[in-house]
């Protein structure tokens, strides 16, 4: 249907776009143009999800990734002019189709005055978050439950009126963060969008705007190594701005963040009361549902949609949680992990492979300070969550020592592997990261006993970053092999 509808919607235009083009031809806004001495410029709008291939887009139906909902459906466009009185909203220009689209011809104006002009954005918002009204010349956008950045309602709510003057900061515009959990089954309306441009016009110009989803969207490939088969149960994210309650209020930015040079932020600050965290469920895993059965070596899609969030964890990363149980033994498997990321920004997508393994690694650490210093050290031993921290309160050399089990033998020791076991373990390798140089010697693998040595210098302080890269062999003939990784953060204090 996608297909049969953009190759119409390319070979016959709509009467209003044939009236618009007829009206007023003009140049791409990044192109030469003329202007009209005495009679302005003209201006073309059009609007569509942000093209594809930039770093901050998932945006056409030609991506993997994207599916129903995710494109423009309903649209309204405010056209404002920065004059010495204020921002001056000049046009509001409504798009409701009964079919979902990438871009769309918006309108134009045929004599319009040089100068700034600013355009807002808002697609795919319910009745209940927006509303247009228009009779005769006069036309109103106002925004239904908006908030500002501390939380408080503003007097007089938010409103788009042509011909007047903005009464508010958009900048300060926020929203109830309740788009999370979206299920194109369950809505009409798809993923809210919004974004606001700038441009300066002093001829006849086509101007194109784009639109930013306000959820992410991570799709996780499941892939079950075990050997054995499974039932998914579920999977869980946390750390991640959950949804508004009266009990956890989380305010989100209607507009999305800008840096310095225009771009999207990649991390960004939240508003208040997202400080607020918990781990969210956000998917279950139906029993039942295609591909919730897995059977060894088969794989798993599930795409997921929820608030734009920065990880406040301990790591600055999100932790995944896994939930399986094995179709022969109904015992039920709680896995963790860290997905690598900070941030997760509106209309970004993230992909995140996952092996269910069957197998995990565990450390001993031993310090020796020198003669006369009595400097202690502690681990956090996040195991299921795929990462050490190891805090050191002075200099001195260190040793890890691995061991390799597998998920079964957990709680016997005696059935554990060191890295040296070649029957089991085929390579093994490290990465470290130390830009606060806490390292008079850098973390190494002893080549006879495959212990991590190093030495901490007495002077610094700070964070480094440890990677193991361990690969297991499953099977010997024919040879099957599987890469373990483990992140050890290793912390200096003075």
């Known amino acids: 249907m996608r297909q049969l509808y953009t190759l119409l919607h390319t070979l016959i235009p709509t009467a209003a776009i044939l009236a618009t083009f007829l009206a007023c031809s003009s140049d791409d806004v990044t192109d030469a143009g003329t202007s009209r001495p005495g009679k302005g410029v003209c201006i073309n709008l059009h609007i569509g999800t942000t ?126 963060a309740r788009f999370n959990h979206f299920d194109v089954a369950s809505t009409t309306t798809g993923i809210p969008m919004t974004n606001v441009e700038t441009y300066e016009v002093s001829r006849d ?75 969210e469920t956000l998917e279950t895993v139906v029993s039942g549902e295609t591909g919730s059965e897995l059977a060894d070596k088969a794989n798993f899609q599930k795409r997921i949609y929820f608030n734009e969030s920065v990880s406040d964890h301990a790591s600055r990363q999100f932790p995944l949680e896994l939930k399986y149980t094995f179709t022969d033994t109904r015992e039920e498997i709680t896995r963790n992990a860290l997905i690598k990321l900070s941030s997760l920004p509106r209309n ?46 002075g200099g001195g050399d260190f040793v890890m020592r691995p061991y390799v089990y597998a998920y079964a033998d957990r709680n016997s020791p005696e059935n554990w592997y060191e890295l040296t076991n070649t029957s089991l373990i085929k390579n093994y390798g490290l990465t470290v990261e130390d830009p606060n140089e806490i390292f008079t010697t850098k973390p190494h693998f002893d080549p006879v006993t495959g212990e991590i040595l190093g030495s901490l210098a007495p002077n610094q302080s700070g964070t480094a970053t440890v990677q193991l890269g361990v690969t297991i062999i499953l099977t010997a003939d024919p040879e099957v092999t599987q890469v373990f990784n483990r992140t050890l953060y290793i912390v200096k204090q003075n």
């Not at 989100?252 to 600050?269: E, I, K, S």
């Not at 092996?355 to 450390?363: A, C």
């Open 348 to 393: 970004h997508a993230a992909i995140v492979p996952i092996k269910i393994t069957n197998y995990d690694v565990k450390l001993e650490t031993f310090f020796y300070p020198p003669i006369g210093g009595y400097p202690g050290f502690r681990e956090e031993n996040n195991t299921e969550e795929k990462y050490y921290s190891i805090i050191f309160e």
């Open 205 to 279: 110009v086509t101007i194109r705007l784009t639109l930013y989803r306000m959820l992410t969207k991570i799709r996780f490939d499941l892939t079950n190594t075990t050997g054995k088969e499974l039932q998914l149960n579920t999977i869980s994210l946390g750390n991640v701005t959950p949804n508004h309650t009266a009990e956890k209020p989380s305010y989100l930015t209607f507009l999305p963040q800008r840096d310095a040079n225009g771009g999207q932020l990649t991390t960004f600050p939240l508003p208040s009361g997202t400080a607020q965290r918990s781990t």
């Open 51 to 176: 093209p594809q291939g930039q770093d901050n887009s998932r945006a056409t139906w030609s991506d993997q990734m994207a599916r129903d909902g995710e494109m423009i459906k309903t649209c309204y466009v405010v056209m404002t002019k920065e004059e010495t009185v204020g921002e001056t909203v000049q046009e509001i220009f409504p798009i409701n189709e009964a079919t979902e689209f990438e871009s769309h011809q918006v309108g134009s104006i045929a004599e319009a005055t040089t100068g700034t002009y600013k355009f807002y954005s808002f697609a795919n918002f319910p009745d209940s978050e927006i509303s247009y009204t228009a009779s005769g010349g006069d036309a109103t956008l106002a925004l239904l439950s908006p908030v500002k950045l501390d939380g408080t309602k503003p007097d007089g709510g938010w409103k788009f009126t042509k011909g007047n003057i903005l009464n508010f900061d958009p900048a300060q515009l926020c929203y109830e």
